[in-house]
């Protein structure tokens, strides 16, 4: 970045503000490149009050009023766009088999003991360690439904 205000030059009748503004637009690259190389959403908000920020330098603002532009823009953009983007994100993502298991009815092939004493399910032709929701006891044969997975352990409840 300091090579931008070298490349401005000390004497070419560029104002502080407009020198501060090529070090946003530098800010900004590294954000994009940040954000490239991790797949989190976390710093293209920063590279968006970047741009901003320099903008506000090349129209002549002050670097504090430059700093206090970066952080309110950075600042909203990811308040009020990482959860839309997420949710844009996520919406892609395919559920794994086991994620199907979820809401399934299978009868309880052991017992499945009081205080998540893991009883067992069948389902096809594997085995599954089940434990109760609430922790309580299930007898063999009841037909219960799968609440979520937790590990290698099926949660269930009792078929209502």
């Known amino acids: 970045m300091y090579g931008m205000l070298i490349l401005a030059g000390e004497n070419s009748g560029m104002s502080a503000s407009a020198k501060a503004g090529l070090i ?6 590294f954000m994009i490149v940040a954000e490239l190389t ?3 959403l976390t710093a293209i908000w920063f590279a968006g ?33 990482r959860p839309l ?19 399934q009815i299978y009868p309880a092939i052991t017992k499945i ?18 434990i109760s929701e609430d922790g309580s006891e299930i007898p063999e044969g009841t037909v219960v ?11 269930v409840v009792p078929k209502p």
């Open 85 to 103: 983007a997420r949710k844009k994100m996520l919406k892609h993502l395919t559920p794994t088999n086991v994620d199907s298991l979820i809401g």
């Open 145 to 155: 439904m799968i609440r979520r997975i937790e590990g290698t352990k099926l949660v």
């Open 38 to 40: 991790s797949v989190g």
């Open 49 to 81: 009050g970047a741009v901003v920020a320099s903008v506000a330098g090349f129209l002549g603002a002050s670097v504090v009023w430059q700093i206090i532009i970066f952080m309110v823009v950075s600042l909203v953009l990811l308040i009020a766009l």
């Open 24 to 29: 946003w637009l530098g800010i900004f690259a």
């Open 113 to 130: 003991g009081p205080g998540h004493e893991t009883g067992q399910l069948k389902i096809g032709d594997v085995e599954w360690r089940a």
